[in-house]
Nanobody
Framework: VQLQASGGGLVEAGGSLRLTCTAS????????MSWFRQPPGRQRELVAS???????QYGDSMKGRAAVSRDIAKNTLYLQVNSLKPEDSANYLC?????????????????WGQGTLVTVSS
């Protein structure tokens, strides 16, 4: 199972981006998918999380400026981020929790992607 994140880049303060994370592999189901971010030299923090039942949780850092959505059939998670600030610059990583794969019915994997880099200029 692999996660591929995309959509990052260089954007001016006040701008917007849409990040995409797609899981691939021999997947039967994924419970929760989440976005975290890690600024240089700082700890990783939750941006947003969404379960397959639609329950959503936002971290404090981007609450009100981020919107998470998910396409269950495509194993894809999206993150729309608006009103970006320079302090939002970070590597944005996605993670899939409780991943069940076809060749192991009892599997419950946690899989992290490499992330996509967001740089916000002032």
């Amino acid at each position: 199972v692999q996660l591929q994140a995309s959509g990052g880049g260089l954007v001016e303060a006040g701008g917007s981006l849409r990040l995409t994370c797609t899981a691939s592999g021999n997947i039967v189901s994924i419970n929760a998918m989440s976005w975290f971010r890690q600024p240089p030299g700082r700890q990783r923090e939750l941006v947003a999380s969404m379960t397959k039942r639609g329950a959503i949780q936002y971290g404090d850092s981007m609450k009100g400026r981020a919107a998470v959505s998910r396409d269950i059939a495509k194993n894809t998670l999206y993150l729309q981020v608006n009103s970006l600030k320079p302090e939002d610059s970070a590597n944005y990583l996605c993670v899939a929790d409780d991943v069940r794969v076809r060749d192991d019915p009892l599997s419950s994997l946690e899989v992290w992607g490499q992330g996509t880099l967001v740089t916000v200029s002032s």
